[in-house]
C-alpha cells in the first residue's frame, strides 16, 4: 500500500476524535522547527464541524477492541493499515515545511498490549522532538492500561495528551464498549493531572524540572451513543475538570456507523444536543456555574430550542434585572447576551463614573438580550413581562435542526442503572 492510500485511511479513520484543540501551549524550539501557538490559533474545520487544522491521523486503525459506535472496531469491515515510526515523522515535517499544518494529533487503535502501541505514539514524538527538533504542536492519545513510566514519558514530548472516556456512565461503557475499564481510563487521567500538577509545582520552585503536557489534558465524550441525559454528562464533565484537572472536555456527536442493535436509530447526527453542551461546558469554564445549576432539579436535558444561560435566567427571574452600576462581575456574567468581555468592561468603565443605558451599545453590548435582564437606578431597562421575554429569547436563538431527543433509543426504556463512576 503507498503512501497516499495509508494517509487516507488512517486520516478518515481518525476524523471522529474530536479532542484535538490546539489551544493552551506555547512551545518554542531555539534554532529548531516551528512552534506552537499559545493563542491557539491552528484551528479550523470540516463541513461537520471537526477539527482538521493538525495533522490528524491514527497510527493504526486495527484494533482488538470492539466498541460499538466506534468506526474501526475489530468487526468493522474496512481496510486495515499502520504508519511505521518513520513514516509518520516524515508526513508531518514534510506537511510542517509546506505550512500545511501547525501540529500532530497522533492516535491510534488498540493493535497490540497498551504499552506496545503506547510506546509507538511515543516513539513518533520523541524522533520528532529529538531528531528533527520540532517545535510544532503534539497532542499524543494516552492508551488507557500501558505503564505509568510511558504516560509519563509522553507529557514530555507532547503537548497535550487525551484519554478518550467516550460513554458518561459505566453502565454505558459495559453496554457499548465492555472491553474498555472506565476505572483505568480514569486512572489514567488522574495519573497525568498528578504529573502535570508535580512539573508546575517543581517549574514554580524554579527547579529544572521539564514540562509535563504544558496544554495539560483533554477527553472526548461521544453524545447520544447511548441513554445517558444531559444531566449526567454535565455533572462528569464538571467532575472532569475540577478533580481531574482537565483543560478541556469535547463533545461528539453520535454519528451512526453501524448498525449494532446496541445503538439507538437516530434520523441525523445530534448536533444540536452536542452545541447545547458546549454552551453549557462554557458555562461552567467560563461563567461561574456549577454543574447542579445548569439544569434545575428533575430536568434531564437541556433544551434545543434556548441556549442554556437565557434557560437559566427564565427559570431565575428573581435574579434579574442586575443593576449595571451595582452588580459584581460574576452577577453580570449571569446576562443572557453578556460574556465576559461585556461584564469586564462594565466593570471598568464604572470605576469612572456611572454608566447610562445608552452608553451600552457603544461599549460594544448587544442588548438584543441583555436589556431584559438589567437595569439602572433602579428601573429595568425594558419592561417586557416573562412571557414576552420567553418568545424574544426562542426567537434570537439559533433556529434548531432535528430535536437532539425525538428519536428514542431502543433501549431508552430498559431502565439501565446510571451507575456514575468512582473516581480513583
Ligand atoms: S478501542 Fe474502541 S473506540 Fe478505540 S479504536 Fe478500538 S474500537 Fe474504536
Redesign the pocket.
Known amino acids: 500500500m503507498d503512501m497516499a492510500e495509508k494517509v487516507e485511511i488512517l486520516a478518515a479513520s481518525a476524523r471522529y476524535d474530536a479532542s484535538c484543540a490546539s489551544s493552551g501551549s506555547s512551545r518554542r524550539s531555539k534554532g529548531g522547527l516551528g512552534a506552537s501557538s499559545p493563542s491557539g490559533v491552528c484551528h479550523s474545520f470540516t463541513g461537520d464541524g471537526r477539527c482538521v487544522s493538525l495533522l490528524k491521523l491514527l497510527y493504526s486503525?486495527s484494533?482488538?477492541?470492539?466498541?460499538a459506535?466506534?468506526?474501526?472496531?475489530?468487526s468493522a469491515d474496512i481496510a486495515r493499515t499502520s504508519f511505521t515510526v518513520e513514516e509518520l515523522v516524515k508526513l508531518t515535517i514534510g506537511f510542517y515545511r509546506r505550512n500545511y499544518i501547525e501540529g500532530l494529533f497522533l492516535s491510534s487503535?488498540?493493535f497490540s498490549d497498551p504499552d506496545i502501541v503506547m510506546g509507538r505514539l511515543i516513539e513518533v514524538a520523541r524522533v520528532l522532538r529529538e531528531r528533527e527538533r520540532f517545535g510544532g504542536y503534539i497532542h499524543l492519545k494516552a492508551i488507557p492500561g500501558c505503564g505509568e513510566a510511558l504516560l509519563r514519558k509522553a507529557g514530555l514530548y507532547a503537548d497535550r495528551l487525551s484519554a478518550?472516556i467516550?460513554l458518561p456512565t459505566a453502565s454505558s461503557l459495559a453496554l457499548l464498549?465492555p472491553?474498555?475499564s472506565g476505572q483505568e481510563i480514569l486512572g489514567a487521567m488522574r495519573f497525568m493531572g498528578q504529573a502535570e500538577a508535580e512539573s508546575k509545582e517543581d517549574r514554580r520552585r524554579r527547579l529544572r524540572a521539564p514540562a509535563f503536557a504544558p496544554a495539560g489534558q483533554s477527553t472526548q465524550l461521544v453524545i447520544g451513543a447511548s441513554p445517558d441525559d444531559d444531566r449526567t454528562i454535565i455533572r462528569l464533565a464538571g467532575a472532569l475538570y475540577g478533580r481531574m484537572g482537565l483543560r478541556r472536555v469535547y463533545y461528539s456527536a453520535f454519528i451512526p456507523v453501524s448498525s449494532d442493535p446496541r445503538l439507538p436509530i437516530l434520523r441525523s447526527p445530534p448536533l444540536i444536543r452536542e452545541h447545547r453542551l458546549y454552551q453549557a461546558d462554557w458555562l461552567m469554564r467560563f461563567y461561574g456555574f456549577k454543574p447542579d445549576e445548569i439544569l434545575d432539579e428533575g430536568e434531564s436535558n437541556l433544551s434545543a430550542d434556548l441556549d442554556p444561560k437565557s434557560a437559566w435566567a427564565l427559570r431565575h427571574p428573581d435574579f434579574f434585572p442586575v443593576d449595571i452600576d451595582k452588580a459584581d462581575y460574576f452577577q453580570l456574567l449571569r446576562v443572557p447576551g453578556l460574556g465576559v468581555t461585556g461584564a469586564g468592561r462594565i466593570i471598568t468603565t464604572r470605576r469612572a463614573g456611572r454608566i447610562a443605558p445608552e452608553d451600552l451599545p457603544k461599549m460594544g453590548i448587544v442588548m438584543k438580550r441583555a436589556r431584559y435582564f438589567l437595569s439602572s437606578g433602579g428601573r429595568p431597562l425594558d419592561a417586557t413581562d416573562q412571557d414576552g421575554i420567553a418568545r424574544s429569547l426562542v426567537a434570537t436563538s439559533a433556529k434548531p435542526g432535528p430535536s437532539p431527543h425525538a428519536a428514542p433509543a431502543p433501549h431508552a426504556d430498559q431502565a439501565l442503572p446510571q451507575l456514575e463512576f468512582a473516581f480513583p
Open positions: 486503525n484494533c482488538r477492541k470492539d466498541c459506535y466506534c468506526a474501526n472496531r475489530a487503535g488498540i478518550n467516550e464498549a472491553q474498555k
